[in-house]
């Protein structure tokens, strides 16, 4: 997008929300009838805080200097969603704010669906720090969590036997890991939740220790990964990582066999787990 056009739809896009807000919405009184719907500039300008003549020149277009905090209170006066407000950063020329974590913490039907839409293949659900959400009944069967409660998948990969013992290449997989962990930190902010995972694993292993100070970033891509099960023998399965855009909260983790052999271990063991009554 050309800085012209990015000013352009900045224009456009203030006008056509000032116009969907009225007076009252706005906490103003209704007063006499107006030529023009929504608010008018000025009263945008009072509102959020800003000086009348700078807002006019935000709606037009010029080049002129602002700031994220004076584009939220923008945003607050125009009662724009999240993600409108993101795209006001974007038009105006910054970088958007992270996105707002969703209230309800709780997953859907539709990403039950997406799960259980998946089988035979396995495919799981972890929160922003990796630590295990759901999982459909091939997922829990490959990954040993019929009968243990996962917990964190990075802590689990480094720390738990089991977890580990799946993994043919463990030593050639380990950065990859780290590597993906870090770019997903970056993706959403470092906080208190990614100092805790990465505290714990520094204590309680060397390898993570040694492998995290490579200071490796790399964006969740398609990973062929072998694995072991000592049921059905070898799978040779590509893994990835898919956000879903109105859950950034949490992120979908789908295995799909490589080659045919592993298609039909994978069929077997999905069969092979008891379903809920």
Known sequence: MTTTVRR?????FLRAHRAAVSPTDAGLPAGPRRRTPGLRREEVAVLAGVGVSWYQWLEQGRDITVSGQVLDAVARVLRLTDPERRHLYVLAGLNPPLPTEPAEQT????????????????AHVVDRYWNFVAANASA???????????????????????YRARYRHWERVAPTVLAHYRHE?????????????????AERSTEFAELWS????????PTVKTLLHPRVGELVVEGRMLHLPDRPDVALVLHTPRNAESAARIAELTHSVPQPA
């Not at 997953?107 to 396995?122: E, S, V």
């Open 8 to 12: 352009t739809e900045l224009s456009e």
């Open 107 to 122: 997953l859907g039907a539709d990403i039950t669906r997406l799960l259980d839409g998946w089988l035979p293949n396995p």
């Open 140 to 162: 829990r069967a490959l990954f040993g969590w019929e009968h243990t409660i996962a917990g964190n998948c990075l802590v689990d990969f480094f720390t738990d036997a089991l």
């Open 185 to 201: 930190m970056t993706l959403h902010g470092p906080d208190d939740g990614y100092t805790a995972v990465l505290a714990d694993l």
């Open 214 to 221: 490579r200071q490796e970033v790399q964006p969740p891509n």
